[in-house]
């Protein structure tokens, strides 16, 4: 009778075991549950999406039209408010760069998960160097770097080929971008949970 109770005890903590596995997501269940976030968040925010190429004819994006530039190689999404003053990172550059930004969630569309804009005296700031094309950044300080590590996001990195850099200039000519960023071109926590972010940040060289 000891046996028996033994065998069935055993057979329903086998079921759980199979009802939790069964109630695990695979990593590809969790990238098309990412794609499906992204959709809606450009369907619910009218965004207008532009191929790599239209873009690359002007390097321009349409703020009236809510125009956003889609980068096949990384599924980030660019939208460019404002290009700036001064010059585009050079090979052999390496300097400091200010960011100011907001945070937030693509899956619910409004959810603010960080920011830097509500302090004046509260900035992120990454140390960058560009050579061969191609830009490594890391984060010195900052909400950034608390959160997430010294690692900057590849997404945050993109607009740099667009976008001209200045020190000492006034908020309303800085360079701004908004940007959906999926979680192969994310911070740490997007890797790990599979989880797109939306940010609007401004970019300023370090005097």
């Known amino acids: 009778m000891k046996k028996l109770g033994f065998l069935l005890l055993l057979f329903v903590s086998f079921g759980f075991v199979l009802q939790s596995c069964d109630d695990t997501e695979t990593y590809a269940e969790k990238k098309e549950k990412e794609r499906r976030w ?28 809510n125009e956003y530039v889609y980068f096949d190689d990384s599924g980030v999404y660019m939208q460019i408010v404002e290009r700036g003053e001064g010059e585009k990172m050079a090979d052999g550059d390496h300097f400091e760069i200010i960011m100011r930004f907001i945070e937030g969630l693509v899956e619910t569309g409004d959810t603010l998960s960080t920011t830097n804009i509500y302090d004046p005296s509260a900035y992120d700031v990454m140390m960058c160097s560009k050579s061969s094309g191609s830009f490594t950044a890391s984060f010195t300080q900052g909400n950034m770097y608390s959160n997430y590590g010294q690692s900057v996001p590849t997404g945050w990195l993109i607009p740099l080929n667009y976008i001209k850099l200045k020190a000492q200039l006034p908020n309303e000519y800085l360079p701004k971008v908004r940007l959906i960023v999926p979680h192969s071109a994310g911070h740490s926590t997007a890797s790990s949970y599979v989880t797109p972010y939306f940010y609007e940040i401004t970019y300023q060289k370090k005097r």
């Open 38 to 65: 992204i959709k809606n968040y450009i369907e619910k925010n009218n965004i207008n999406v532009i191929s790599e190429s239209d873009f690359k004819v002007d390097t321009i994006t349409d703020v009236s039209n």
